[in-house]
């Protein structure tokens, strides 16, 4: 069992920045796959970007490809989501999830484990 805290979402002006985190409880954590997904309001869950357990291959949606990084410290239990050039279509609630994958997945039905979601806001 995994459980996931996502924490770092606010209120940012566009062309801001904020990083995310997504802690993790269990002695696993180094075996999972992390993701990150987002749900705007209305709108259908939406992959954003994962890291491999290794931490050695990664993957982006094409509409943050260039503008976030995700990043892994299996030491520290944590996933990051380092989001800079932040556009008001960004805004969205944030989840990060885990999922026993071999290699990097961008599928949500991948994904074993969800945190709570964290809010994401983008002013113009």
């Known amino acids: 069992q995994v459980q996931l805290v996502e924490s770092g979402g606010g209120l940012v002006q566009a062309g801001g920045s904020l990083r995310l985190s997504c802690a993790a409880s269990?002695?696993?954590?180094?075996?999972?796959?992390m993701g990150w997904f987002r749900q705007a309001p209305g709108k259908e869950r939406e992959f954003v970007a994962v890291?491999?357990?290794?931490?050695?291959?990664?993957s982006y949606a094409d509409s943050v490809k260039g503008r976030f990084t995700i990043s892994r410290d299996n030491g520290k239990n944590t996933v990051y989501l380092q989001m800079n050039s932040l556009k008001p279509e960004d805004t969205a609630v944030y989840y990060c999830?885990?999922?026993?994958?071999?290699?990097?997945?961008?599928?949500?039905?991948?994904?074993?484990?969800w945190g709570q979601g964290t809010q994401v806001t983008v002013s113009s």
């Open positions: 269990g002695r696993t954590f180094s075996t999972y796959a």
């Open positions: 890291i491999s357990w290794r931490g050695d291959m990664t």
């Open positions: 999830a885990a999922g026993f994958i071999d290699g990097v997945a961008t599928i949500g039905r991948s994904y074993d484990y």
